[in-house]
């Protein structure tokens, strides 16, 4: 199956659907819910070569 356009990179698909980075999707959720989040400040003993994140407000299960 041949795509029409394939995005350049591997990053560039992701960002297509909605996905940014973590530290973008992690402010969308504390602006929308007014919370602060703390993610844990030890790095994985691994690395990794891409992070994404994504916040979805699902309507169908908001309780406000």
Known sequence: MQLNNPPSSFGEGYEEVGYKSVREAVKEFETHFQCKVELP????????AHEFGRFFEDERYSRY
Do not use: D, G, L, R
């Not at 030890?42 to 690395?47: G, T, V």
């Open 41 to 48: 400040q030890m790095e994985p003993p691994i690395s990794f």
